[in-house]
T-cell receptor, first 112, second 113 residues
Framework: SQKIEQNSEALNIQEGKTATLTCNYT??????LQWYRQDPGRGPVFLLL???NEKEKRKERLKVTFDTTLKQSLFHITASQPADSATYLC???????????WGAGTKLIIKP | SQTIHQWPATLVQPVGSPLSLECTVE??????LYWYRQAAGRGLQLLFY??????ISSEVPQNLSASRPQDRQFILSSKKLLLSDSGFYLC????????????FGEGSRLTVL
């Protein structure tokens, strides 16, 4: 069955450093991958989408890579700030029924 | 701009009672609409999605149902809640294009006692 894995443990990063989050998947060939940010008790907020034919996508301090050979996406936040602390979700798409496959998310904590 | 409203934000219901969660979208037409449930430590689980008025697809068999009486209104219901229905429910919308991002509501925290 399709499986998507994100770091289950919280990631603690010092302010100003680059935070890197991982999203690995198996038994699936997604056409695209999305990253979302979720704050406690709130709905997820879309950040970036990267397609299977794209290696890298950037948006301000955010960068996403997509390696379909390794079946992995990396999400980077450069010059991290305490306000970046949140849970980050990855989701794979491209199947039928408009269904995204969601990771459980990685909690990121940026320490001042 | 588009907005999505979901209510109530929190509710506590006894086992066996009915449920109605409502979601409305403004500023767009013919959106795809979704109901998700999020359990702690797990990925979002798609419950229902709709591509048009009266068109509902169910992804997970359960005692929940969904309806879309108007283009931008999506309702999640249950006639009799179970303890296992407790969770965080999220409504979302997207453009018709399948690869479009999802826009989520603020969520509804349901506790069944």
């Amino acid at each position: 069955s399709q499986k998507i894995e994100q770091n289950s443990e919280a990631l603690n990063i010092q302010e100003g450093k680059t935070a890197t989050l991982t999203c690995n998947y198996t038994n699936y060939s997604p056409a695209y991958l999305q990253w979302y940010r979720q704050d406690p008790g709130r709905g997820p907020v879309f950040l970036l989408l990267i397609r299977e034919n794209e290696k890298e996508k950037r948006k301000e301090r955010l960068k996403v890579t997509f390696d379909t050979t390794l079946k992995q996406s990396l999400f980077h936040i450069t010059a991290s700030q305490p306000a970046d602390s949140a849970t980050y979700l990855c989701a794979l798409g491209g199947g039928s029924n408009y269904q995204l496959i969601w990771g459980a998310g990685t909690k990121l904590i940026i320490k001042p | 701009s588009q907005t999505i409203h979901q209510w109530p934000a929190t509710l506590v219901q006894p086992v066996g009672s009915p449920l109605s969660l409502e979601c409305t979208v403004e500023g767009t037409s013919n959106p795809n609409l979704y109901w998700y449930r999020q359990a702690a430590g797990r990925g979002l689980q798609l419950l229902f999605y709709s591509v048009g008025i009266g068109q509902i697809s169910s992804e997970v068999p359960q005692n929940l149902s969904a309806s879309r009486p108007q283009d931008r209104q999506f309702i999640l219901s249950s006639k009799k809640l179970l303890l296992s229905d407790s969770g965080f429910y999220l409504c979302a919308w997207s453009e018709r294009v399948n690869t479009g991002e999802l826009f989520f509501g603020e969520g509804s925290r349901l506790t069944v006692l």
